[in-house]
């Protein structure tokens, strides 16, 4: 079993940075792909941005390319999200995950992921 533990949400202004950060314990996490999803109320969980095993390639939804990167330190067992110039649509319960297989895609799906933190809250005022 892996248990997983975001924190670094909060309240910012459009235009501001929060970095979220995600610590997996439990099992070694350093050969799985790891990613950020977020979900608002009425809405689907949406996938933001995955990384595989060693960070040699990531992944990111449109809607966030080029204003938030992924990243992580397998040394911590940790992944980070680094969200500039945020929005007020970013504003969502995000939630980091592990894709409990030996692989190097990164799904979008919330189907593929194995482990789930319980989120933390970004809210980003106009």
Same mark, same amino acid.
């Given at each position: %079993?892996?248990?997983? #533990?975001? /924190?670094?949400?909060g309240?910012? &202004?459009?235009? @501001?940075?929060?970095?979220?950060? =995600? ?5 070694? !996490?350093? /050969? ?6 977020? &979900? $608002?109320?009425? *809405?689907?969980r ?5 990384? $595989?095993?060693?960070?040699? #390639? +990531? ?5 966030? *390319?080029g204003?938030? +990167?992924? @990243?992580?330190?397998? #040394? *911590? /067992?940790?992944?980070?999200? %680094?969200? @500039?110039?945020? *929005?007020?649509? @970013? $504003?969502?319960?995000?939630? =980091? ?6 692989? !190097?895609?990164?799904?979008? /799906?919330?189907?593929?992921? $194995?482990?789930?933190? &319980?989120? +933390? %809250? ?5």
């Open positions: %079993q892996v248990h997983m #533990a975001e /924190s670094g949400g309240l910012v &202004q459009a235009g @501001d940075s929060l970095r979220l950060s =995600c610590a997996a314990s439990g099992r070694p !996490v350093n /050969s799985y792909t790891m990613a950020w999803f977020r &979900q $608002t109320p009425g *809405k689907e949406e996938f933001v941005a995955g990384i $595989t095993w060693n960070g040699g #390639a +990531t992944n990111y939804a449109d809607a966030v *390319k204003r938030f +990167t992924i @990243d992580r330190d397998n #040394a *911590k /067992s940790m992944v980070y999200l %680094q969200m @500039d110039s945020l *929005k007020p649509e @970013d $504003t969502a319960v995000y939630y =980091c995950a592990l894709r409990w297989k030996l692989t !190097v895609s990164i799904p979008i /799906s919330t189907n593929e992921y $194995t482990y789930w933190g &319980q989120g +933390t %809250q970004v809210t980003v005022s106009s």
